[in-house]
């Protein structure tokens, strides 16, 4: 079936860095998209949502952009402190008969150092 | 957003054996979902929790290997039967709360089979 992958495994920024975390989705008919971090031992966390009718979206510290003509969506944490330091995760949802279903990509691993 | 609960949190199995998982929301939810996740890998959706009904299996998984049960809105279950060292992963399971696609998750049940 179709996947959503990542362009980067890893990264390590500095505390106080901005981060950009990126995703690749190959569905087409995807129109939602989250962002989930997942710190060791504990199950994902929601961080972020956008639907395929914006192209940005903003919360606390974090941004998410998405590119619907090349189908990429990025994650971008500003200020980033050591307690963001976690796998990253994007994930995608095409609606309709797949409604709730999630599709997750390979992962990022963030680390933050002091 | 919902708490979620899980349990057991953690267990060891021999091979051949079952383990029934357990998830409890704190409040009735429509969309109940069960993940696995593979040690150092993404998450793969194994099925929908359907209400009252048999759940909904993806590709490649099967009734027979992964029974559900969700008697009411706020309670499932999730059994992992005749184990395998290939069984080991994190099981989660996540909801959708009101009408908002983000789903939330559980903490996770770390399986490992010997």
């Known amino acids: 079936g179709e996947s959503v992958g990542l362009h980067l495994p890893t990264l390590s920024v500095q505390e106080g860095d901005n981060s950009i975390i990126n995703c690749a989705y190959s569905?087409?008919?995807?129109?939602?998209f989250i962002w989930y971090k997942q710190e060791s031992g504990k199950g994902p966390q929601f961080i972020i949502d956008?639907?395929?009718?914006?192209d940005k979206r903003q919360g606390q510290r974090v941004t998410v952009l998405l590119n619907k003509t090349v189908k990429h969506l990025s994650l971008q944490i500003a200020a980033t402190q050591p307690g963001d330091s976690a796998v990253y995760f994007c994930?995608?949802?095409?609606?309709?008969?797949?409604?709730?279903?999630?599709?997750f990509g390979q992962g990022t691993i963030l680390t933050v150092h002091p | 957003s919902a708490v979620i609960s899980q349990k057991p949190s953690r267990d060891i199995c021999q091979r051949g054996t079952s383990l029934t998982i357990q998830c409890q929301v704190d409040?009735?939810?429509?969309?109940m979902f069960w993940y696995r996740q593979q040690p150092g890998q993404s998450l793969t959706l194994i099925a929908t929790?359907?209400?009252?009904?048999?759940?909904?299996?993806e590709s490649g998984f099967v009734i027979d290997k992964f029974p559900i049960s969700r008697p009411n809105l706020t309670f499932s279950t999730l059994t992992v039967s005749n184990m395998s060292p290939e069984d080991s992963s994190i099981y989660l399971c996540?909801?959708?709360?009101?009408?908002?696609?983000?789903?939330?998750f559980g903490p996770g049940t770390r399986l490992t089979v010997t």
């Open positions: 996540s909801v959708v709360v009101g009408d908002l696609r983000g789903q939330y």
């Open positions: 569905n087409s008919a995807s129109d939602y």
């Open positions: 956008i639907r395929s009718n914006m």
């Open positions: 994930a995608e949802n095409a609606g309709g008969t797949s409604y709730g279903k999630l599709t």
């Open positions: 409040s009735q939810v429509t969309m």
């Open positions: 929790a359907n209400q009252g009904s048999e759940a909904t299996y």
